[in-house]
């Protein structure tokens, strides 16, 4: 047979506990880092290459999920600076990095094979 201490029964949780509860999830859920998707193209426009975009801010500890695209008939390279990034595309290909903006900064996004490139900027405010 199964008893039950009544001192040790459930309670309802009242309204000032459970508004307490809700504002320690939102807390603990907004120090979490949120991810920020970002899609630019490497096109060509009068026979020069360049990126459709020419900058994108990202908030600092946010996730960067850069896909960069290449609508150019051939493979094409990009390279983050100071975060070891090097990837080539091929043409009508996507390649997609993930960049932690772990630091406010600016980063530049270039060619390695095409110096006339102007470069994308990733910006990260303080």
Do not use: W
């Amino acid at each position: 047979m199964l008893t039950v201490n009544p001192s040790r029964a459930a309670r309802p949780i009242g309204p000032v506990a459970l508004v307490a509860a809700l504002v320690g999830l939102v807390a603990i859920a907004a120090c979490g880092s949120s991810t920020v998707a970002r899609r630019v193209a490497l096109v060509e426009t009068n026979g020069q290459t360049r990126f459709d975009a020419a900058a994108i801010t990202v908030t600092k500890g946010a996730t960067l999920k850069l896909t960069v695209g290449n609508r150019t008939g051939t493979l094409q390279d990009f390279t983050v600076d100071n975060l070891g990034i090097d990837r080539t595309v091929e043409p009508d290909k996507t390649v997609t990095v993930d960049i932690d903006a772990k630091r406010s900064g600016t980063y530049r996004v270039y060619s390695k094979s095409d110096q006339s490139l102007d470069p994308l900027t990733i910006v990260v405010p303080s």
